[in-house]
């Protein structure tokens, strides 16, 4: 197993944004962005397959984006208009079995 490495978090004001990222990425496999609030359970955000194809879970749709820069071999989850309720420890997952330690995103 790979031990991925994620930053970016922080705390945030409501409509604001942060751009999280993720390394190393890999090639040629699904990676994501999974969350986890308290109380709660982990839960997909968003994921990109080998072919670059992406996926969204229904609250992020038309505000957060997930991308891949090959090159630099990192994955990114760029997220604008910021609520609350995105408030949670993000964890980037490589093929569903290399997993992040978590950043934190606070929105106030």
């Known amino acids: 197993h790979v031990q991925l490495v994620e930053s970016g978090g922080g705390s945030v004001q409501a409509g604001g944004s942060l751009r999280l990222a993720c390394a190393p990425a890999?090639?040629?496999?699904?990676v994501g962005w999974f969350r986890q609030a308290p109380g709660k359970e982990r839960e997909g955000v968003a994921i990109?397959?080998?072919?670059?194809?992406?996926d969204y879970a229904d609250f992020v749709k038309g505000r957060f984006t997930i991308s891949k820069d090959s090159t630099k071999n990192v994955l990114y989850l760029q997220m604008n208009s910021l609520k609350p309720e995105d408030t949670a420890v993000y964890y980037c997952?490589?093929?569903?079995?290399?997993w992040g330690q978590g950043t934190q995103v606070t929105v106030s």
């Open positions: 997952m490589r093929a569903l079995v290399d």
């Open positions: 890999g090639s040629g496999v699904c």
């Open positions: 990109i397959d080998g072919d670059g194809n992406t």
